[in-house]
C-alpha cells in the first residue's frame, strides 16, 4: 500500500505569511499528486494538479512542487480567504490495486 | 455550468441499505469517468468507488468492496451508489466527482449525508 503522510495537521499563521505543507507518499509516485482546498461546510476544490500545475482561475499565490516521494504545497503570501482544510491526494495501480486514489490526513489552516 | 446534484442520503440503521444518485449537467456525461469519495464527520477524505465511462469497469475500496454497487445510466446523466449492510463507520458525506486528466477529482458536488445509526 502507498500512504501518504501529510504534516502538519494543523498551522496558524498571520496574513501575508508564507505557508508550507508536505505531503511525503511512502513509495515513488512520479508527479501523480494533487492538491484540493476545502473551506468549512464546502465540497473539495482543485487547486494544483500534476504536483506543481496551477488549475485555471486558482490565484497565483498557490504553488506545489516535488516528484517521487515529497511533494510541497505553498501559500506564498496568506490571505484570510485561505482559511481553510488542504489535502494531498495521489493515484496509483500498483498491485494487487488495479486503481486506487489515497488522499492525505489535511493540513487545517488558521489564521493567528 | 458544469454541476453534480446529489441525492438519497439519510438515516438509516446498521444492516440497512440506501441508494445515492447524482445528477449531472453542463457536461458530456457519457465522456467521464466518475467517483464517489466520502467523508466521514470531522474527518478527512475517502475515495470510495470508481466507474469508466461506459460503465464497463469498476473499482472499489477495501472498506465497501463486496457491500457497495457503483452504476451509471448515461441516457439519464446520472451517477448511483448502492449501500447494502450498512455500518457506523459507513457515517459520512458522500461526494460524487468528476475525473478528470492527471487523475484529478473537479467538480465535486454539494455531497449527501448518509447516517448510520440506531
Known amino acids: 500500500d502507498i500512504q501518504m503522510t501529510q504534516s502538519p495537521s494543523s498551522l496558524s499563521a498571520s496574513v501575508g505569511d508564507r505557508v508550507t505543507i508536505t505531503c511525503q507518499a511512502s513509495?515513488?509516485?512520479?508527479?501523480?499528486l494533487n492538491w484540493y482546498q476545502q473551506k468549512p461546510g464546502k465540497a473539495p476544490k482543485l487547486l494544483i494538479y500534476d504536483a506543481s500545475n496551477l488549475e485555471t482561475g486558482v490565484p497565483s499565490r498557490f504553488s506545489g512542487s516535488g516528484s517521487g516521494t515529497d511533494f510541497t504545497f505553498t501559500i506564498s503570501s496568506l490571505q484570510p480567504e485561505d482559511i481553510a482544510t488542504y489535502y494531498c491526494?495521489?493515484?496509483?495501480?500498483?498491485?494487487?490495486?488495479?486503481?486506487?486514489?489515497?488522499f492525505g490526513g489535511g493540513t487545517k489552516v488558521e489564521i493567528k | 455550468e458544469v454541476q453534480l446534484v446529489e441525492s438519497g442520503g439519510g438515516l438509516v440503521q446498521p444492516g440497512g441499505s440506501l441508494r445515492l444518485s447524482c445528477a449531472a449537467s453542463g457536461f458530456t456525461f457519457s465522456s467521464y469517468e466518475m467517483n464517489w469519495v466520502r467523508q466521514a464527520p470531522g474527518k478527512g477524505l475517502e475515495w470510495v468507488s470508481y466507474i469508466s465511462s461506459s460503465g464497463s469497469t469498476i473499482y472499489y475500496a477495501d472498506s465497501v468492496k463486496g457491500r457497495f454497487t457503483i452504476s451509471r445510466d448515461n441516457a439519464k446523466n446520472s451517477l448511483y451508489l448502492q449501500m447494502n449492510s450498512l455500518r457506523a463507520e459507513d457515517t459520512a458525506v458522500y461526494y460524487c466527482v468528476r475525473e478528470m486528466v492527471y487523475w484529478t477529482f473537479d467538480p465535486w458536488g454539494q455531497g449527501t449525508l448518509v447516517t448510520v445509526s440506531s
Open positions: 491526494q495521489q493515484y496509483d495501480n500498483l498491485p494487487p490495486y488495479l486503481l486506487r486514489f489515497t
Open positions: 513509495q515513488d509516485i512520479s508527479n501523480y
